[in-house]
């Protein structure tokens, strides 16, 4: 009897994954709208090495299945999608946004999801890049695909190919994306609100239009006053000099800082300094204004776009990397010079802002703009949104998010019967973060790809997990717990309290805030 059972194991055990990589590669067959299976392939586990600042992860047992889709005649969309084994998946699909230009199939974004049991997508939202909007140039279908189409497509083509896997559809949806991703996320909601249950969004570069001008404005800006790298850390010190405390807390991490005024011409050079790493000329202080309060429209006068944040200057993610390192630049400029103008010789030196921000709302905005407030859809689809933002960030700015969640709030109240923004859509500032994670604060809260070894994931500490729980079991979070996983001297808490916006953490609870002055 006993080898009976000991042979009927044995069977099972070689059956099982034979009966799996038959189902998988059966996807090969399976019948799509204007896109067609590549290759649908069992994966007994993928390993990806660290990388940089990524860390080494391991994916388990999957069926791997590429795809790729031509909506149009000019469009190509490449989608990889990763299905767990039938006894390993929790009924959800999880799709992840794409960053910067996209241009990628980044399935290292997927090992997370995969391994908590999601069918799980990703798309390189219809070309390669080439770090920069080259694609777009004499390829209008491509601006669509990149805009909004390839999320679309890619979700339509999972749900196919789920049903087909599994023998069913899946229970629920989620969608999860930040800076461009975010911007995506956004698109979801708005352009296709049935699509998904749930979606987490962080920094969303939703105004892509006027952050793209704003970019081109910055960079002019610094090249008329340039401002060295090396002074970054005295204009951090008179940040936090003016602004670290006002919580009640001296810990190197503005708590919000619009509650504080800088005044760059506090350290304003005078003769004695003769222009030190510790001080500023006047055209560096008028420069740092200028980056403070953000751009103008020459003609119109109204505000481009929310400026930068005081109290980060000097982090390595943020005005390092975004403002004097470079990248506000190199996306502004390939994005007029490609995308708007199509490569017809635009010229920043030469360019008119004015006129620069007309094109973009005219050629980019009704494709890449994702800042209509009407959520109705998909609030009564069920949809839940929860976005997360760096009060740090140097790539979006964060006023730009609040901005457009107050816009929804009072959308809402004007045309909805239910008027509560708290029923569906909720948002987390981070103090001390900069773009998407990291940074000198708490800023781990399941928003980063892979978490790290230690940290726990609960629907407490994670924000992914907190919109599962929503949605399944209608707790609506009122407050993360981010971990530091970061040590620098100045910054001393390991855990910190992100409040529903607009609460702030005091003394280890969340409290209501008053207006900003």
Same mark, same amino acid.
């Given at each position: 009897?006993?080898?009976?059972? &000991?042979?009927?194991?044995?069977? /099972?055990?070689?059956?099982?994954?034979?009966?799996?990589?038959? /189902?998988?590669?059966?996807?090969?067959?399976?019948?799509?709208?204007?896109?067609?299976?590549?290759?649908?392939?069992?994966?007994?586990?993928?390993?990806?090495?660290?990388?940089?600042?990524?860390?080494?992860?391991?994916?388990?047992?999957?069926? #791997?299945?590429?795809?790729?889709?031509?909506?149009? #005649?000019?469009?190509?969309?490449?989608?990889?999608?990763? $299905?767990?084994?039938?006894?390993?998946?929790?009924?959800?699909? $999880?799709? +992840?946004?794409?960053?910067?230009?996209?241009?990628?199939?980044?399935?290292?974004?997927?090992?997370?999801?995969?391994?908590?049991?999601?069918?799980?997508?990703?798309?390189?939202?219809?070309?390669?890049?080439?770090?920069?909007?080259?694609?777009?140039?004499?390829?209008?279908?491509?601006?669509?695909?990149?805009?909004?189409?390839?999320?679309?497509?890619?979700?339509?083509? =999972?749900?196919?190919?789920?049903?087909?896997?599994?023998?069913?559809?899946?229970?629920?949806?989620?969608?999860?994306? &930040?800076?461009?991703?975010?911007?995506?996320?956004?698109?979801?909601?708005?352009?296709?609100?049935?699509?998904?249950?749930?979606?987490?969004?962080?920094?969303?570069?939703?105004?892509? =239009?006027?952050?793209?001008? #704003?970019?081109?404005?910055?960079?002019?800006?610094?090249?008329?006053?340039?401002?060295?790298?090396? +002074?970054?850390?005295?204009?951090?010190?008179? =940040?936090? #000099?003016?602004?670290?405390?006002?919580?009640?807390?001296?810990?190197?991490?503005?708590?919000?800082?619009?509650?504080?005024?800088?005044?760059?011409?506090?350290?304003?050079?005078?003769?004695?300094?003769?222009?030190?790493?510790?001080?500023?000329?006047?055209?560096?202080?008028?420069?740092?204004?200028?980056?403070?309060?953000?751009?103008?429209?020459?003609?119109?006068?109204?505000?481009?776009?929310?400026?930068?944040?005081?109290?980060?200057?000097?982090?390595?993610?943020?005005?390092?990397?975004?403002?004097?390192?470079?990248?506000?630049? +190199?996306?502004?400029?390939?994005?007029?010079?490609?995308?708007?103008?199509?490569? @017809?010789?635009?010229?920043?030196?030469?360019?008119? $802002?004015?006129?620069?921000?007309?094109?973009?709302?005219?050629?980019?905005?009704?494709?890449?703009?994702?800042?209509?407030?009407?959520?109705?859809?998909?609030?009564?689809?069920?949809?839940?949104?929860?976005?997360?933002?760096?009060?740090?960030? !140097?790539?979006?700015?964060?006023?730009?998010?609040?901005?457009?969640?107050?816009?929804?709030?009072?959308?809402?109240?004007?045309?909805?019967?239910?008027?509560?923004?708290?029923?569906?859509?909720?948002?987390?500032?981070?103090?001390?973060?900069?773009? &998407?994670?990291?940074?000198?604060?708490?800023?781990?809260?399941?928003?980063?790809?892979?978490?790290?070894?230690?940290?726990?994931?609960?629907?407490?500490?994670?924000?992914?997990?907190?919109?599962?729980?929503?949605?399944? @079991?209608?707790?609506?979070?009122?407050?993360?717990?981010?971990?530091?996983?970061?040590?620098?001297?100045? =910054?001393?808490?390991?855990?910190?309290?992100?409040?529903?916006?607009?609460?702030? !953490?005091?003394?280890?609870?969340?409290?209501?805030?008053?207006?900003?002055?």
């Amino acid at each position: 009897m006993a080898g009976r059972i &000991c042979l009927l194991v044995l069977v /099972a055990l070689v059956t099982l994954p034979a009966m799996a990589d038959d /189902a998988c590669q059966a996807l090969g067959g399976v019948a799509l709208a204007h896109a067609r299976v590549e290759s649908a392939t069992m994966q007994p586990g993928l390993d990806f090495p660290a990388r940089g600042d990524r860390l080494a992860a391991h994916a388990g047992a999957h069926c #791997a299945v590429r795809i790729v889709s031509h909506p149009t #005649a000019d469009s190509d969309i490449h989608v990889e999608l990763w $299905l767990p084994p039938v006894e390993a998946w929790n009924g959800k699909y $999880l799709q +992840k946004g794409s960053g910067g230009w996209g241009g990628e199939v980044y399935t290292y974004a997927l090992v997370t999801p995969l391994n908590r049991g999601y069918a799980t997508a990703v798309t390189d939202d219809g070309h390669v890049a080439d770090d920069t909007a080259g694609f777009t140039v004499g390829h209008p279908q491509k601006i669509r695909d990149f805009g909004y189409r390839a999320i679309h497509e890619t979700f339509l083509l =999972s749900r196919r190919l789920i049903a087909a896997y599994y023998g069913r559809m899946q229970r629920q949806a989620y969608f999860v994306g &930040c800076s461009d991703g975010g911007r995506e996320a956004l698109m979801q909601a708005q352009r296709f609100p049935n699509d998904f249950d749930g979606i987490v969004d962080g920094a969303p570069a939703a105004r892509w =239009s006027h952050l793209m001008t #704003a970019f081109v404005a910055n960079a002019r800006v610094l090249g008329h006053a340039p401002l060295p790298v090396s +002074k970054l850390a005295a204009i951090q010190k008179a =940040s936090l #000099a003016a602004c670290d405390a006002l919580d009640g807390t001296s810990d190197g991490i503005v708590d919000d800082p619009r509650r504080c005024r800088v005044d760059p011409a506090a350290i304003q050079c005078n003769d004695k300094d003769n222009d030190s790493d510790n001080c500023l000329t006047a055209a560096q202080v008028a420069t740092v204004r200028a980056l403070y309060a953000g751009p103008v429209d020459p003609v119109t006068g109204a505000r481009i776009h929310p400026g930068l944040e005081p109290g980060m200057e000097d982090d390595g993610s943020s005005w390092r990397l975004w403002v004097l390192g470079g990248e506000q630049r +190199k996306f502004g400029f390939s994005n007029f010079a490609d995308l708007v103008y199509q490569g @017809q010789g635009w010229d920043p030196e030469t360019s008119d $802002l004015h006129r620069d921000l007309v094109a973009a709302q005219q050629r980019e905005a009704p494709y890449l703009d994702a800042v209509n407030p009407d959520l109705r859809a998909f609030r009564a689809h069920g949809g839940k949104l929860l976005l997360f933002q760096g009060w740090g960030d !140097a790539a979006v700015p964060p006023r730009g998010t609040i901005e457009y969640v107050q816009d929804v709030g009072h959308f809402m109240a004007r045309h909805d019967e239910s008027p509560n923004l708290d029923d569906f859509t909720r948002l987390f500032m981070v103090p001390g973060m900069g773009h &998407c994670w990291g940074g000198p604060g708490a800023t781990s809260f399941g928003n980063e790809e892979v978490p790290r070894a230690g940290l726990p994931q609960d629907a407490d500490h994670d924000i992914v997990m907190a919109l599962d729980r929503w949605v399944t @079991q209608g707790k609506a979070p009122e407050q993360l717990i981010a971990t530091r996983t970061m040590a620098p001297a100045h =910054s001393a808490a390991r855990t910190r309290l992100l409040c529903k916006y607009p609460g702030v !953490a005091r003394d280890g609870r969340c409290v209501a805030a008053g207006n900003p002055p």
